[in-house]
């Protein structure tokens, strides 16, 4: 093999680790602001940092829409980071297409008997 391939090939080894390295640390990145602003926002909600806790408890479900929809993000952005983790996605996905493919074949056959 030419050393030249072999360079641009570890080059392009090296971008692709690279890049992926930066997905994960921006995923991380996101998870940890994520729980510490929600964090601070559900204490400010229960009064916490005002000194009057006069709603101790169970905060109400206005307190959690921003966790609730921001997590869906954080959730999906995991999936995206961490997507070659779920080989279960992928082996259904080939699974479908075989199952696709020869039942498109069984049709092809009945249809040219």
Do not use: C
Request: hydrophobic letters at 40%.
């Amino acid at each position: 093999m030419n050393s030249s391939i072999m360079e641009n090939f570890d080059k392009d080894k090296y971008e692709r680790a690279q890049k992926k390295m930066k997905d994960i640390k921006g995923f991380y990145t996101h998870l940890m602001v994520y729980l510490i602003i929600n964090t601070f926002l559900v204490l400010a909600q229960m009064g916490v940092f005002s000194g009057s806790l006069t709603h101790v408890g169970f905060p109400i479900w206005g307190f959690f829409t921003t966790p609730f929809f921001w997590g869906i993000g954080v959730f999906f952005h995991g999936l995206y980071v961490f997507q070659h983790k779920f080989t279960i996605f992928k082996d259904w996905e080939e699974r479908k297409i075989k199952e696709y493919m020869e039942k498109d074949e069984e049709e092809f056959k009945n249809t040219t008997k």
